[in-house]
């Protein structure tokens, strides 16, 4: 399927846009959706979906002018390809045939990543001289970062089981004070009273004798007895 003759197809498909693609035109849109896009349709119950995809493969031909060049090689869904120290991840959507014979070069147990490999990948496989240092030692480097972990961590607990605890030292406590433990009195009303002037002991008044003046003196006359008749 070249690129002329996918844009023929759909300038062909271009009359039956609005009033709805037939099933021929769906299928065809499918399998060049996925094509492109790595991807199927999201909702093929729809009409709107496929014009909404017919105008997405439209602009990405007209902008690439050129149909993409499929890969070799195949992913599993969802699978991706890293490599380390690289920010750049693949996928079937940006997959080449380059980035995939690499990965497998590093490890042939990651074929099992991918859904189709050709027939003739191990023979395409890169030299290992071709393979970047740093992607090449990889399992090395993992492998030895997690043994310098495992060995940190052991003498940490090493560290922690040998060393002796120390005892907490007791506080000497003073003996208590019997004054100042001693209960105060209680306040009395007057005392609980803000307003309460402190009251002042005042002395028993003594009765003074008092003087007899002899002119104030009275002294009663006995009374008259009666007469005798």
Same mark, same amino acid.
């Given at each position: 399927?070249?690129?002329?003759?996918?844009?023929?197809?759909?300038?062909?498909?271009?009359?039956?846009?609005?009033?709805?693609?037939?099933?021929?035109?769906?299928?065809?849109?499918?399998?060049?959706?996925?094509?492109?896009?790595?991807?199927?349709?999201?909702?093929?119950?729809?009409?709107?979906?496929?014009?909404?995809?017919?105008?997405?493969?439209?602009?990405?031909?007209?902008?690439?002018?050129?149909?993409?060049?499929?890969?070799?090689?195949?992913?599993?869904?969802?699978?991706?390809?890293?490599?380390?120290?690289?920010?750049?991840?693949?996928?079937?959507?940006?997959?080449?045939?380059?980035?995939?014979?690499?990965?497998?070069?590093?490890?042939?147990?990651?074929?099992?990543?991918?859904?189709?490999?050709?027939?003739?990948?191990?023979?395409?496989?890169?030299? #290992?001289? !071709? +393979? *970047? $240092? &740093? =992607?090449?030692?990889?399992? %090395?480097?993992? @492998?030895?970062?997690?043994?310098?972990? /495992?060995?940190?961590?052991?003498?940490?607990?090493?560290?922690?089981?040998?060393?002796?605890?120390?005892?907490?030292?007791?506080?000497?406590?003073?003996?208590?004070?019997?004054?100042?433990?001693?209960?105060?009195?209680?306040?009395?009303?007057?005392?609980?009273?803000?307003?309460?002037?402190? #009251?002042? !002991? +005042? *002395? $028993? &008044? =003594?009765?003074?004798?008092? %003087?007899?003046? @002899?002119?104030?003196?009275?002294?009663? /006359?006995?009374?008259?007895?009666?007469?005798?008749?």
């Amino acid at each position: 399927m070249t690129y002329e003759s996918t844009m023929q197809r759909l300038q062909e498909m271009e009359s039956r846009y609005n009033d709805g693609f037939s099933s021929l035109d769906r299928s065809y849109l499918d399998s060049l959706y996925y094509d492109l896009f790595c991807r199927e349709i999201t909702n093929k119950g729809c009409g709107d979906c496929y014009r909404d995809a017919y105008m997405e493969i439209c602009i990405k031909l007209k902008k690439t002018k050129a149909m993409p060049k499929k890969s070799d090689f195949v992913l599993k869904a969802g699978a991706i390809i890293t490599f380390f120290g690289e920010a750049k991840c693949y996928s079937n959507a940006n997959l080449t045939d380059e980035a995939a014979l690499r990965f497998l070069a590093l490890n042939p147990n990651n074929e099992k990543l991918f859904e189709s490999l050709p027939s003739d990948w191990q023979t395409r496989l890169p030299k #290992s001289d !071709e +393979v *970047p $240092e &740093e =992607v090449e030692d990889k399992d %090395a480097i993992i @492998a030895r970062l997690t043994q310098e972990n /495992e060995k940190l961590r052991k003498e940490n607990e090493d560290l922690k089981t040998s060393a002796p605890r120390k005892k907490a030292k007791k506080n000497a406590t003073p003996a208590p004070d019997p004054v100042a433990e001693a209960p105060a009195p209680e306040p009395s009303a007057d005392e609980q009273s803000p307003d309460a002037a402190p #009251s002042e !002991e +005042v *002395p $028993e &008044e =003594v009765p003074e004798e008092t %003087a007899v003046d @002899a002119d104030e003196v009275s002294v009663e /006359e006995p009374e008259e007895a009666p007469e005798e008749e």
